[in-house]
């Protein structure tokens, strides 16, 4: 079974600084893709970064920038310059077949 | 503006009663899901559907049901079967049934127990 864990039930940061929010997963599927899911106080599910595992170039989007690590199956988050609208839950996810798999979630407060 | 709508936002259940959560979406996608949320535990997949008139169980279907008779409709059925139905629900539709592909969320609905 696909399992992904997220190690950091809560994390804290100040404005305008840097956070990395760790994810590790376990597959045994060679073609996989991988995801960052922010989940804000509002509760919308928004994506915030897509990997594909075949691909070693990390994924970025402006501020928000992956660590991938295949080979540990290590899928980090790192969010620069924090800002108060970052102040949310935060799902890794890994998708194979069919399926997403989400770990159990990562609280990051951001704190001016 | 294309999405997903959930209705409605807080659904109460009495003891013994089904209850019927609304999913609809206007994105085109062949796939809808989905997923229950507690605290603690992320994302658990209840049903997901790839075409109309078909569906899947996931990882927790027990104690719901779900129909897919409109391309853009996704009801989930909470049924009296279900024990612990307290959570909130996430609907989410995707172009293709894939793991590849990003799924998009609807805003969710909380259910609570009387």
């Known amino acids: 079974a696909q399992t992904v864990t997220q190690s950091q039930p809560e994390m804290s940061v100040q404005e305008a600084e840097t956070v990395t929010l760790s994810c590790t997963y376990d597959?045994?599927?060679?073609?996989?893709?991988l995801f960052w899911y922010k989940q804000p106080p509002s509760r919308q599910m928004i994506l915030v970064i897509r990997?594909?595992?075949?691909?070693?170039q990390n994924a970025t989007e402006n501020r928000f920038s992956v660590n991938f690590q295949k080979a540990a199956k290590s899928f980090s988050l790192k969010i620069s310059d924090s800002q108060l609208g970052d102040t949310a839950m935060y799902f890794c996810?890994?998708?194979?077949?069919?399926?997403?798999?989400f770990g159990a979630g990562t609280i990051l407060r951001v704190k001016s | 503006d294309g999405g997903i709508t959930q209705s409605p936002k807080y659904l109460f259940r009495k003891e013994g009663q089904n209850v019927t959560l609304s999913c609809e979406q206007n994105?085109?996608?062949?796939?809808m899901y989905w997923y229950r949320q507690d605290p603690g535990q992320g994302l658990r997949l209840i049903y997901y559907?790839?075409?109309?008139?078909?569906?899947q169980k996931g990882d927790i279907a027990e104690g719901y049901s779900v129909s897919r008779e409109k391309k853009e409709s996704f009801p989930l059925t909470v049924t009296s079967a279900q024990k612990n139905p307290t959570a909130f629900y996430l609907c989410?539709?995707?172009?293709?049934?894939?793991?590849?592909?990003?799924?998009?969320f609807g805003p969710g609905t909380r259910l609570l127990v009387l």
């Open positions: 559907s790839q075409i109309v008139n078909d569906f």
């Open positions: 597959t045994s599927e060679n073609n996989y893709y």
């Open positions: 990997q594909e595992a075949y691909k070693q």
């Open positions: 996810a890994s998708g194979y077949g069919n399926k997403l798999v």
């Open positions: 994105l085109n996608h062949d796939a």
């Open positions: 989410a539709s995707s172009p293709r049934t894939s793991g590849r592909e990003t799924q998009y």
